[in-house]
């Protein structure tokens, strides 16, 4: 089937996560050999979760770790695991 | 969840075995069972929260309440999962109190009903990891993901900063597979939209583009 970039646009979250059906693939790939627009769309996308993905993106606060044992610690002091 | 372990899953753990014991009365150990994971749930309520003091509250009470609830940990599904099930209820509730709700439900159909255009650019096409180095560019990913409505943003959290599976996904949120999928693409397109023309006019005085070839997809 031929693609025109709208539907193309459709998939380009499951043809990044390698998820879309063969046949549909294809017809993806068969638009993106000759369509640069969209070739740069599904680049950029692609970039966008890499970067998202980054641990720099949401980093721990500093003392995080700390702060979160000492929680811990004190909780330990007078609390049980509640019986399964 | 209503089965114990079997015994071999118990052997083949050291993470079943930290639990059993400190089930069986060596807490101390519970420090240790959940170093590994304190970045991931912070990443996760931070992503959901938006609020770096939130997050921080959210993943203490969310640690806390796993230990109280150790025992009823039964080993089919992965540890970190469980916990980030505990987490997300956890930022789930926070979100609600602040009565946000409503107003992401009216984000929600203004957003189905619009139709998608990606923003279209011919020639950002390096991958960008050396940009994060400037907080500039770190501010951008996170006020994009921010601003996305409540449930694009649980999904973008736990796919795309998270990378948990489809499956892992839609059985944290409660969802189908297809509506996980169709979540996703939303999302990711909204985070496209917006955050490609700022990237890219960001990151156009300084282009490196070394890492081109290295990677599989160029």
């Known amino acids: 089937m031929v693609l025109n970039c709208r539907h193309v646009w459709e998939h380009i979250s499951e043809y990044i996560d390698g998820t879309l059906d063969p046949q549909v693939r294809a017809d993806v790939e068969r638009h993106l050999a000759h369509c640069e627009i ?13 970067l998202t993905a980054d641990d720099r993106v949401f980093e721990l606060p500093i003392d995080f770790s700390k702060r979160l044992h000492a929680r811990i610690d004190e909780f330990l002091q007078h609390e049980h695991p509640e019986p399964g | 969840m209503t089965n114990s372990p079997p015994v071999d899953a118990l052997e083949n753990s050291p ?18 069972l959940i170093r590994p994971y304190e970045t991931q749930l912070y990443r996760t309520a931070v992503a959901l929260l938006k609020n770096e003091a939130d997050a921080e509250d959210v993943v203490q009470d969310a640690v806390l309440k796993a230990y109280r609830k150790l025992a009823s940990f039964r080993g089919d599904s992965k540890f970190s999962t469980w916990l980030i099930a505990i987490t997300l209820n956890e930022a789930r509730g926070r979100l609600r109190r602040d009565n946000r709700a409503a107003v992401d439900s009216i984000d929600e159909l203004r957003e189905g009903n619009t139709d998608y255009t990606p923003a279209p650019l011919t020639d950002w096409r390096e991958v960008p990891l050396a940009m994060l180095e400037r907080q500039e560019i770190r501010a951008l990913v996170q006020k994009a993901v921010s601003e996305l409505p409540d449930s694009y943003r ?3 959290t736990l796919r795309d900063v998270e990378e948990l599976s489809v499956n892992d996904t839609a059985s944290l949120l409660g969802i189908s597979i297809s509506s996980v999928k169709v979540r996703l693409h939303r999302a990711r397109m909204m985070l496209q939209k917006k955050l490609a023309p700022q990237l890219k006019m960001v990151a156009a005085p300084q282009r490196k583009r070394r890492l081109l070839g290295r990677l599989p997809w160029f």
């Open chain 1, 38 to 50: 969209c070739s740069a769309i599904i680049d950029a996308t692609r970039n966008i979760i890499i």
């Open chain 2, 15 to 32: 993470e079943l075995a930290l639990i059993a014991s400190i089930l069986a009365g060596d807490r101390e150990k519970f420090h240790l």
């Open chain 2, 154 to 156: 649980e999904i973008v």
